[in-house]
């Protein structure tokens, strides 16, 4: 489908959409431009065919473009990118908010080369190519940012590639998508901080209450393992939409810390009961 695709970044996630391409298209060369550190790991695992010390090496002769930065340094590149794909190539990123990179796209790809927006909804709380998975795309929704009745032809062969991966293609517009992913993705991120925080606050000299923690806790706080160098992009570029959120948050809390002694807790826990089912019943 595409003959030529260039990673930048080859880290978790570019390195596992490489990793996934390359089992369902064994022929097609993946380049990969990083740090050469990086490059060297990916190449280890035979993640990428060639490394490129030069972003233009990387970009120059691509079919695809696939930018797996995060968010600030997707900025940063995005002009020197736009300059040097040609113009028959699709270039596509996987950041977690839109309306910046989308915005930015618009300014600089006024040539050939075409901007479509991608986020794949899936990923792990490490990060680095050592943990890069060809399956991570298997079921998860990938939101690509724009209209499915007016997607060029470059575009619609991406969705299919992406249907190709295991994944399930959405489309949506940029503003869309970052009100929604700050209720679904960036919420609870921010949740797990908070209780993450709260708990070793109140942990003391002798490992109370930590240490006779069950699993619910760690399967509860296991976004808590994200670096902050993986979010605070996301949070810069969204922040309107993620304090409302948190702002929901702040009342529902409420709203359980006035009833603990009343029985009207039994609507929340139902509540909650249902939309649980309905997340494990998505399709």
Same mark, same amino acid.
């Given at each position: ?57 990387? #970009? ?8 797996? =930065? %995060? +968010?600030?340094? @997707?900025?940063?590149? $995005? ?118 925080? #709260? ?8 490992? =109370? %209450? +930590?240490?006779? @923690?069950?699993?619910? $806790? ?66």
């Amino acid at each position: 489908m595409f003959h030529r695709v260039a990673i930048l970044g080859t880290g978790l996630m570019g390195g596992s959409f490489a990793l996934a391409v390359r089992k369902q298209f064994p022929e097609t060369r993946i380049v990969g431009w990083d740090r050469a550190e990086v490059l060297e790991r990916a190449a280890a695992r035979g993640v990428i065919d060639e490394c490129c010390a030069e972003l233009t090496n990387a #970009v120059r002769g691509a079919d695809l473009v696939y930018i797996a =930065l %995060p +968010l600030g340094a @997707a900025l940063e590149h $995005l002009p020197a990118i736009a300059q040097q794909a040609e113009p028959g190539t699709l270039v596509t990123d996987v950041c977690s908010t839109k309306v910046a990179i989308c915005h930015a796209a618009q300014k600089h790809f006024t040539g050939g080369a075409r901007f479509l927006g991608g986020h794949p909804m899936a990923g792990k709380e490490t990060k680095g190519v050592e943990h890069a998975a060809l399956e991570i795309f298997s079921g998860a929704k990938y939101i690509l940012i724009g209209d499915e009745a007016e997607a060029d032809e470059r575009a619609k062969r991406f969705a299919t590639l992406v249907e190709k991966l295991g994944a399930r293609p959405e489309w949506m517009d940029a503003d869309t998508h970052d009100w929604a992913v700050g209720i679904v993705s960036h919420l609870p991120q921010l949740v797990n901080v908070a209780l993450a925080q #709260v708990i070793r606050d109140e942990t003391d000299e002798t490992g =109370l %209450p +930590l240490r006779v @923690a069950g699993p619910g $806790l760690r399967d509860a706080l296991r976004l808590a393992g994200s670096p902050y160098s993986t979010w605070r992009d996301i949070c810069l570029t969204n922040p309107d939409n993620i304090a409302r959120a948190l702002d929901r948050v702040g009342q529902a809390i409420e709203h359980l810390r006035t009833r603990l002694q009343s029985k009207d807790l039994q609507e929340a826990f139902d509540a909650a009961n249902e939309l649980y089912r309905m997340l494990h019943d998505l399709k």
